[in-house]
């Protein structure tokens, strides 16, 4: 019933394969984005009461219809979006491997080559942002707001030592963390699920680049400490969702290091400049941090959830997350990490897998190549935008274009920005979105996020934009 006969399986392993790569093969011919059809969906799942079994070829083919269907292809090369990338193959590969295999990331002893598979890359990727590898730790989490949720159990561990045993009733001020305008809202989530509550998150005002005022940060430090609050934790962000803008990092860590601040960067996407030597300084001062966040299932192309939370402080994830039970198996060696005694997860999947193939088989070669590319691709985009009337708005060098209507000198309004940016994606031609940098700036926004958009795919999308701004 559950493990299939023989000649069942090998058939749904050919339908699989076939599947993946047809995929692959076509993606590019569909619509980006699919006419979104509730009902439908819901009346196709109506039938499944699961009082009979059905077919299992039948329902591998409902389910690729229906994802073929209806989903925003995000690897599609014109899916100008959020941070979502086409997977790298050999991620594919892992992901149903570790399926297969289903190591248990809770106990070392029960899967030692998958944790050691992670301490190893926890090791490169730390000393790739410039920690030292000896002595940083860090754990992979499913994404990027699990890595910034346990940057925030980690500062509060380590600020208020009584607080990982009577919690914050124990702390005689509250406690309150930095972020700007333009950081991810998984803080806004932590600060809620720690139990510090959104009171506690000063939003610090942004600069005229769109990046958090260190001076405005400063100030506000001045206030919170006049006023009995306890300030603990500020973050950086290198590459915001919005605008893909990079923070002052260094000047932002030495003004957090003056007020014995733990000091987080939130490299989930713009991490990867790291990895390409004439990008590495746009995250100067990111070895000082205490900790960062950063996403393979972003600009490494790995499926999702893929994210690495790094710290050079070697004890702190063992002081936050630390438990004894008599029921987990324990390795009688030493120098070995239960993984669920450093990570919020407990049972867990072998994440590093796909990030270790994938960086394998391509290399770091291979992936700064991917990423020049798509630095080359975004350099690309801005020049078409602005030979076709578009103002760019947001000042990064990352492939992230934040832009609005040069030829709207009237309306200059989110309303025109929206229906723009329907038109483009009802068209199937391109998926981009609208956002605001401030209050006052909305933008259209068009991320290049995948490693096959081509020139022909860019040329496409100012097209699909020229003509959805006259309304074609
Ligand atoms: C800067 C930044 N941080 C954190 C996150 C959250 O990451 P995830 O969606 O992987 O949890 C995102 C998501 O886009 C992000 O852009």
């Known amino acids: 019933m559950f493990l299939l006969d023989e000649i069942e399986r090998n058939d749904l392993w050919r339908q699989l394969t076939t599947t993946i790569e047809n995929?692959?093969?076509?993606?590019?011919?569909?619509?980006?984005?699919?006419?979104?059809?509730?009902?439908?969906?819901?009346?196709?799942?109506?039938?499944?009461?699961?009082?009979?079994?059905?077919?299992?070829?039948?329902?591998?083919?409902?389910?690729?219809?229906?994802?073929?269907?209806?989903?925003?292809?995000?690897?599609?090369?014109?899916?100008?979006?959020?941070?979502?990338?086409?997977?790298?193959?050999?991620?594919?590969?892992?992901?149903?491997?570790?399926?297969?295999?289903?190591?248990?990331?809770?106990?070392?002893?029960?899967?030692?080559?998958?944790?050691?598979?992670?301490?190893?890359?926890?090791?490169?990727?730390?000393?790739?942002?410039?920690?030292?590898?000896?002595?940083?730790?860090?754990?992979?989490?499913?994404?990027g707001a699990e890595a910034n949720h346990t940057a925030l159990i980690c500062a509060l561990t380590q600020k208020f030592p009584q607080f990982a045993e009577n919690g914050l009733r124990g702390l005689s001020k509250q406690p309150v963390l930095y972020v700007s305008s333009q950081s991810h809202h998984s803080f806004v989530k932590a600060a809620r699920f720690c139990g510090l509550g959104t009171d506690s998150v000063r939003e610090i005002e942004i600069d005229a680049n769109f990046c958090m005022s260190a001076d405005d940060l400063a100030k506000q430090i001045e206030i919170d400490q006049a006023n009995n609050f306890a300030p603990f934790f500020a973050v950086a962000t290198a590459g915001t969702t919005n605008g893909g803008t990079v923070d002052e990092i260094a000047k932002l860590a030495d003004k957090a290091a003056g007020e014995n601040l733990w000091f987080h960067v939130d490299a989930a996407w713009g991490g990867a400049a790291a990895f390409v030597?004439?990008?590495?300084?746009?995250?100067?001062?990111?070895?000082?941090?205490?900790?960062?966040?950063?996403?393979?299932?972003?600009?490494?192309?790995?499926?999702?959830?893929?994210?690495?939370?790094?710290?050079?402080?070697?004890?702190?994830?063992?002081?936050?997350?630390?438990?004894?039970?008599?029921?987990?198996?324990r390795y009688a060696?030493?120098?070995?990490?239960?993984?669920?005694?450093?990570?919020?997860?407990?049972?867990?999947?072998?994440?590093?897998?796909k990030v270790f193939l994938s960086l394998a088989?391509?290399?770091?070669?291979?992936?700064?190549?991917?990423?020049?590319?798509?630095?080359?691709?975004g350099d690309l985009l801005r020049r078409e935008l602005e030979a076709s009337e578009w103002k760019i708005i947001n000042p990064t060098k990352l492939p992230v274009v934040c832009f609005t209507d040069a030829q709207d000198t009237v309306t200059e309004s989110v309303a025109h920005l929206d229906a723009i940016a329907n038109r483009a994606v009802s068209s199937g031609k391109a998926w981009l979105s609208t956002t605001r940098l401030d209050a006052n700036t909305p933008v259209l926004r068009a991320c290049v996020t995948n490693y096959r958009t081509e020139v022909a795919d860019v040329l496409a999308l100012v097209q699909a934009l020229n003509e959805a701004r006259t309304g074609e």
Request: charged share 20%.
């Open 23 to 143: 995929y692959f093969n076509q993606v590019a011919e569909l619509p980006v984005a699919p006419e979104i059809d509730l009902a439908a969906i819901r009346s196709r799942l109506e039938p499944f009461d699961f009082a009979k079994p059905v077919s299992s070829l039948a329902t591998l083919s409902f389910a690729v219809d229906n994802l073929r269907e209806f989903q925003v292809h995000t690897p599609h090369p014109r899916y100008f979006g959020l941070f979502n990338p086409a997977p790298t193959t050999m991620g594919i590969v892992a992901d149903a491997l570790v399926a297969s295999f289903n190591p248990q990331l809770a106990a070392w002893s029960h899967s030692p080559f998958a944790a050691e598979v992670e301490r190893h890359l926890i090791r490169v990727f730390a000393s790739r942002f410039g920690y030292d590898a000896k002595t940083a730790d860090g754990t992979f989490c499913s994404g």
């Open 277 to 329: 030597p004439e990008l590495r300084e746009i995250l100067g001062g990111i070895e000082q941090a205490d900790s960062i966040t950063f996403d393979a299932h972003k600009w490494l192309s790995v499926p999702m959830g893929a994210g690495l939370y790094l710290t050079r402080h070697n004890d702190i994830l063992n002081q936050a997350c630390r438990i004894t039970t008599d029921y987990m198996p």
């Open 333 to 353: 060696g030493s120098n070995v990490i239960d993984p669920y005694v450093h990570s919020m997860q407990w049972s867990r999947r072998f994440i590093g897998l």
């Open 361 to 377: 088989v391509a290399g770091w070669e291979g992936y700064e190549k991917a990423i020049r590319h798509q630095m080359a691709m």
